[in-house]
């Protein structure tokens, strides 16, 4: 099992920046953050592989960054340029591939992911 737990999610006016992290209890190849508004399709945000590679939702390119500190085994989301669209629950997932075929979820993926965060609130006002 793999413990993950989100802080740094609140209230910002848009135009704003906010910085998610998340605290694992063991390291993951393969992480990633989703969000979902309400009545909505919970989406894929960003997502980070073990190599360094990464992928974004096509509205967060240019306004999110998705990082990790493996010596600390976080997560991290920056989001600047915060718009009221970006208004969701946020959660981190991750997911530990075997070593004999190591690659991860595209984005968005949720079935793949095998452990998740509570979630972090975020919203963002106008």
């Known amino acids: 099992q793999v413990r993950l737990v989100e802080s740094g999610g609140g209230s910002v006016q848009a135009g704003g920046s906010l910085r998610l992290s998340c605290a694992a209890s063991?390291?993951?190849?393969?992480m990633a953050w989703f969000r979902q508004a309400p009545g909505k399709e919970r989406e894929g945000v960003a997502s980070i592989e073990g190599d360094g590679n990464t992928s974004y939702l096509d509205s967060v390119k240019g306004r999110f960054t998705i990082s990790k500190d493996r010596g600390k085994n976080t997560l991290y989301l920056q989001m600047n340029s915060l718009k009221p669209e970006d208004s969701a629950m946020y959660y981190c997932?991750?997911?530990?591939?075997?070593?004999?075929?190591?690659?991860?979820?595209?984005?968005?993926?949720?079935?793949?992911?095998?452990?998740w965060g509570q979630g972090a609130q975020v919203t963002v006002s106008s």
């Open positions: 997932a991750a997911h530990k591939p075997p070593w004999y075929d190591v690659r991860c979820p595209i984005l968005g993926l949720k079935s793949a992911y095998d452990y």
């Open positions: 063991a390291n993951s190849y393969c």
